[in-house]
């Protein structure tokens, strides 16, 4: 079945350092990868998100990589801050209002 | 704010009893989804409504139906709870065709005791 797998689960950093997280996906049909941002007890927000059109796209600090013969995708974060704590989730669908297919979340720390 | 709307915010009720959620997706929005994140689960596909007629349908158990109304809100309804239907209950919202972005309304807490 439908399938996205993420890593790390948790991930800590110092300020100012750079986070990475990783996804891959297993439905071939999925062309569509945001990422959310979810703050404790608050709604995933949507914070980038890539079409398979593209490999990457970038807004100011952060920044994702879509490789399709892979089926991986990933979330880089630059110059992090103690803010950009949260949990980080990468999602697939097939677009045109399918339905999102989550990863199981990366807890992201980032202490000053 | 994303401009989806749930009510209630917190649930407290028993088991056995019966429930239902309210969602108002962003003006426009034909789109509605529901998913449910449990701590053991993530975050999980229930079911999505595209213009008042349910479009498709993830592991959504027996006991939980949704339906969305000519004024395009969606309820989520769920009978004969159990303490392991405890979890955060999202909608989100789309546009319509061609739309990829989804946008999450702040959940309904439900708690079973």
């Known amino acids: 079945g439908e399938n996205v797998e993420q890593h790390p689960s948790t991930l800590s950093v110092q300020e100012g350092d750079s986070a990475v997280i990783k996804c891959t996906y297993s439905?071939?049909?999925?062309?569509?990868f945001p990422w959310y941002k979810q703050e404790l007890g608050k709604r995933p927000q949507l914070i980038i998100d890539i079409r398979s059109n593209v490999g990457e796209k970038k807004d100011q600090r952060i920044a994702v990589t879509l490789n399709k013969t892979a089926k991986h995708f990933s979330l880089h974060i630059t110059e992090t801050q103690p803010e950009d704590s949260a949990v980080y989730f990468c999602?697939?669908?097939?677009?045109?209002?399918?339905?999102?297919?989550f990863g199981t979340g990366t807890r992201l720390q980032v202490f000053p | 704010d994303s401009g989806v709307t749930q009510t209630p915010k917190h649930l407290i009720t028993a088991t056995g009893q019966r429930v239902t959620l309210r969602c108002s997706p962003r003006?426009?929005?034909?789109?509605v989804y529901w998913y449910q994140q449990s701590l053991d689960q993530g975050l999980q596909f229930l079911i999505q409504?595209?213009?008042?007629?349910?479009?498709a349908k993830g592991n959504i158990l027996e006991r939980f139906s949704a339906q969305q109304f000519p004024d395009l809100h969606s309820e989520l309804n769920l009978s004969s709870l159990e303490l392991g239907d405890s979890a955060l209950y999202f909608c989100?919202?789309?546009?319509?065709?061609?739309?990829?972005?989804?946008?999450f309304g702040p959940g309904t807490r439900l708690t079973v005791t």
């Open positions: 003006s426009g929005d034909l789109s």
């Open positions: 999602a697939a669908s097939r677009g045109n209002t399918d339905k999102l297919i």
């Open positions: 439905d071939s049909a999925s062309n569509y």
């Open positions: 989100a919202s789309s546009v319509a065709e061609g739309s990829y972005e989804q946008y």
């Open positions: 409504y595209y213009n008042g007629e349910e479009r």
